[in-house]
């Protein structure tokens, strides 16, 4: 059961373009969303985060958009670069306890120059 | 001062054989995990141990066996290893007992691929 649906799996972005990833949850639970971002041959590393209460956070060129009604949140990426070419994952957590992180599919995105 | 550090980053092997992966972390987390990438790149949790206790266990075939010796270490152990075994293997980390929302802190990763 995927608890949280990305989209899309591919994109190519030309440079100073805006790359936007968009990912769907169906857990109302769900109170914490965070972004990674893996390199090739790296581990994914936390690029980006919010929480329910906030709409929008704000991290250079990077911005999460949230709507809690529609159980919907994005990550947009300003002025793209080919440095950001990576696989993108949007994860979803529950509060409380031990609870696991549920990760999107995966966007592989490619900025070309 | 690598954070989480995996051995060995690549691992080739033979159907049938028995094969461990080492994980330490420096960061000072009670808990760590091990996650299973498939070829398409999605990102599945197997473990998670907080203090060296198991606290998740995913469906995943009684042939792997984490062992946590201390909270620093996570090991993974699979044994009778079959082709659809060949995965890349994260360790990760996170902080604050209780919190797994907290930022995890991924190892560089250990591909096995099973001949």
């Known amino acids: 059961q995927q608890q949280v649906k990305q989209s899309p799996q591919s994109l190519i972005v030309q440079k100073g373009g805006i790359s936007i990833i968009n990912c769907a949850y169906e857990n109302t639970a769900f109170d914490y969303f965070p972004w990674y971002q893996q390199f090739p041959g790296k581990g994914p590393a936390l690029l980006i985060a919010?929480?329910?209460?906030?709409s929008e956070k704000k991290e250079g060129r990077f911005t999460i958009s949230f709507n809690k009604s529609a159980k919907q949140f994005s990550l947009h990426i300003m002025d793209s670069q080919p440095g950001d070419s990576a696989t993108y994952f949007c994860a979803a957590t529950l509060s409380g306890g031990y609870q696991k992180v549920t990760f999107g599919i995966g966007t592989k995105l490619q900025v070309i120059p | 001062d690598t954070a989480v550090s995996q051995t060995p980053k690549y691992l080739v092997t033979q159907m049938g054989n028995d094969k461990s992966i080492k994980c330490e972390q420096n960061?000072?987390?009670?808990?760590m995990y091990w996650y299973k990438q498939d070829s398409k790149k999605f990102l599945k949790i197997m473990f998670s141990?907080?203090?060296?206790?198991?606290?998740i266990n995913e469906t995943v075939p009684n042939r792997f066996s984490p062992k946590s010796p201390d909270k620093a270490h996570l090991n993974l152990h699979i044994n009778s290893l079959e082709l659809g075994d060949s995965a890349v293997y994260f360790c990760a980390s996170s902080g604050l007992p209780g919190l797994i929302k907290d930022t995890q802190y991924f190892g560089p990763g250990t591909r096995l691929t099973v001949l």
């Open positions: 141990y907080n203090n060296k206790e198991l606290i």
């Open positions: 960061l000072g987390h009670d808990t």
């Open positions: 919010i929480r329910p209460d906030v």
